[in-house]
């Protein structure tokens, strides 16, 4: 019911910035919070960033102090923005939406971006 659509993935050198984007459309009323996940090959699906409807925001402790979601409402769009950018950082960026109806929580998912951080 709730469509996610990333953009922003690219390449970028180390030290680099890029900025992700999701755009959320559907049934967007109900949901809760926002953020971005991302999976690195051979690793698990974590967590980078969310962001409720209040505006209270969470970060993994990597990208803390690098990295900082926002979003905009009136666009139905959560950004990213990923400063001093390192190879660590390179995996496929999903965006997420938590979304309460009925008293059940249910996620979505976009497809991902990729985000690959080389010289």
């Known amino acids: 019911q709730v469509q996610l659509v990333e953009s922003g993935g690219g390449l970028v050198q180390p030290g680099g910035s890029l900025r992700l984007s999701c755009a959320a459309s559907?049934?967007?009323?109900?949901?809760?919070?926002m953020g971005w996940y991302r999976q690195a090959p051979g690793k698990q699906r974590d967590l980078v960033a969310t962001i409720t409807i209040s505006g209270s925001t969470n970060y993994a402790e990597p990208v803390k102090g690098r990295f900082a979601i926002s979003r905009d409402n009136g666009k139905n769009t959560v950004y990213l923005q990923m400063n001093s950018l390192t190879p660590e950082d390179t995996a496929v960026y999903y965006c997420?939406?938590?979304?309460?109806?009925?008293?059940?929580?249910?996620?979505?998912w976009g497809l991902g971006t990729q985000v690959t951080v080389s010289s």
């Open positions: 997420n939406a938590n979304d309460r109806s009925d008293g059940r929580w249910t996620n979505y």
């Open positions: 559907g049934s967007i009323f109900s949901i809760y919070s």
